[in-house]
């Protein structure tokens, strides 16, 4: 898979939207982007992918760049229950592997 | 409800004691795999299986077996435990065939060797 690269840390106020940004340069064609989050003493957690379009679910929003080389994922009003570990991760088909690479994620921290 | 269900969720054992971590899921998953996670060293895949009877190795797949007899069930092994596998595990399960789709992650599973 490519590599992706994601801030360390970023802090939002409650009830504000939060925008994770993920710059994946070497993206290829058959790259889908996937979001996933970790909250303190629990499994990762999928929240959204995409692979062209924009994306949304009841969890969040992705936006994906026309040239696909950088995406980010909108938290629409950030709760204290967002304050999580975001993993940005590529994923293709052609990886004959099927492990995720978490990378170190983006850290956020969700302030009353 | 849909889940990967894992136990034990904390051990504390010594060198050399076998022992084996269950993994469950009830979403009728073909695809199942085992993860480790360390500080600094992020998840890495240890084994993953396919469907019953095909498993593969991950990344870091030294000093475990897996086994996957039966599609809901797919048991870490490690036959002679080491401190360096100290460590946090996870157990994930994805239904669909295509390699993009969702993969559910259990609680996991806290290992101290001594």
Redesign the interface.
């Known amino acids: 898979d490519a590599k992706t690269t994601q801030p360390n840390s970023m802090e939002s106020n409650e009830e504000e939207p939060v925008h994770l940004p993920c710059n994946h340069s070497t993206i290829s064609g058959t790259d ?1 982007i ?1 979001w ?1 989050r970790q909250l303190p ?6 929240v959204i ?1 995409g692979l062209t379009s924009n994306v949304n679910n009841r969890m969040a929003s992705l936006a994906i760049a026309e040239d696909r080389k950088s995406s980010t994922l909108i938290l629409h009003r950030a709760t204290l229950r967002d304050a999580a570990v975001y993993y940005c991760i590529l ?5 004959s ?4 690479n ?4 983006t850290s956020l921290l969700v302030t009353p | 409800e849909a889940q ?1 269900t894992q136990n034990p969720r904390y051990l504390i054992t010594v060198t050399g004691k076998k022992l084996t971590v269950t993994c469950s899921q009830n979403m009728n998953h073909e ?1 199942m ?1 085992w ?1 480790r996670q360390d500080p600094g060293l ?4 240890i084994y ?1 299986s ?1 469907n019953v009877e095909v498993t593969d190795k ?2 870091v797949p030294e000093g475990y077996k897996v086994s996957r007899k039966e599609k809901r069930n797919f048991p870490l092994i490690l036959e002679s435990p080491s401190p360096n596998q100290t460590s946090l595990y ?1 157990c ?1 399960s994805r239904g669909d065939r ?3 789709g ?7 599973s806290r290992l101290t060797v001594l």
């Open positions: 889908y996937h996933y003493s629990q499994g990762p957690e999928y992918h994923r293709s088909n052609s990886n592997g099927y492990a995720l978490f990378g170190k994620g | 990967v695809y795999s993860y992020g998840l890495r895949q993953y396919m991950g990344d996870f994930a295509a390699n993009t969702e993969l559910f992650f259990g609680e996991g």
